[in-house]
C-alpha cells in the first residue's frame, strides 16, 4: 500500500526496542516537526482553502500525538530530551530542485510530505507487531493508521494541484531515491535513522 521501494532493515527494531527513551524523544520531535510543515504550507500556499483547512487539522493532530507521546515520556520517569537533527528527511529534501512554479513547489513538498508519513507508517508497524512493550505496540498500531492516513491525503493533494501523470512519475522517482537513502539507515535509534 505505502509504495516504498526498499523496507526497513529488521534489526532496527531490535534498536529502536533497546532504546526506546532515545526513540520517544525522536518520535515526539517529528511530531512537532510535523505539526511545523503543515503550519509553514499554510503560511507558504494561503491561496488553496481546501489545502489551508485539511493544515489546520494536520496541526491539531500531530501536536495531539506530541502530547500523547510526551505523556508516555513522563509516565516512564524520563524527561524529553534534545532534538536531533533527522538526516533522512534532510537527504530528502536534497532530492527535488530549487526553484520552479509555485504548484511545482507545491508538489514537491506534498511528495516529501507523502514519503515521510509513509515511512513512519511503515516504522510504526514494525514497532506494533515486534516490540514487547504491550502499551507502546497498542499505542504505535493506532497511531500506524493515523500516518497512513496522512500519507494518502499528502499524495492526493500532490495529485489534485499537479499535472497527474506528471506526478505520479516525480513520486516513483522520489520512491527509487528514498530507497537508495535508506540503505545507509536502519541502524540509529532514531524514528528515520
Known amino acids: 500500500m505505502l509504495g516504498l521501494k526498499l523496507p526497513t532493515d529488521p534489526r532496527w527494531v531490535n534498536i529502536a526496542e533497546k532504546n526506546i527513551e532515545e526513540i520517544l524523544t525522536d518520535h515526539a520531535f517529528c511530531e512537532q516537526k510535523a505539526a511545523s510543515t503543515a503550519i509553514s504550507l499554510i503560511v507558504s ?4 482553502p481546501e489545502l489551508v483547512e ?19 515520556i513522563l509516565a516512564r520517569g524520563w524527561k ?11 537527504k530528502l529534501l536534497q532530492f527535488f ?7 511545482t513547489q ?22 506494533s507487531e515486534n516490540i514487547s512493550d504491550q502499551e507502546l505496540a497498542t499505542f504505535y498500531k493506532n497511531l500506524m493508521v493515523s500516518e497512513a492516513n ?5 499524495l492526493g493533494f500532490a495529485r489534485q494541484f499537479g ?3 506528471e506526478v505520479d512519475k516525480k513520486w516513483q522517482s522520489l520512491l527509487d531515491f528514498e530507497a537508495e537513502v535508506m540503505k545507509d539507515l536502519g541502524t540509529k535509534e532514531t524514528m528515520h535513522g
Open 45 to 48: 500556499f494561503p491561496e488553496y
Open 54 to 72: 485539511a493544515m489546520i487539522a494536520l496541526v491539531k493532530e500531530e501536536m495531539s500525538h506530541f502530547k500523547m507521546v510526551h505523556d508516555r
Open 80 to 90: 524529553l530530551g534534545r532534538d536531533s537533527k533527522d538526516e533522512y528527511v534532510a
Open 97 to 103: 530542485p530549487k526553484g520552479g512554479s509555485r504548484t
Open 106 to 127: 507545491l508538489v514537491h513538498r506534498l511528495l516529501c510530505a507523502a514519503l515521510i508519513e509513509a515511512r513512519s507508517c511503515e516504522r510504526f508497524k514494525l514497532l
Open 150 to 154: 496522512h500519507y494518502t491525503m499528502f
Open 163 to 165: 499535472d497527474r501523470a
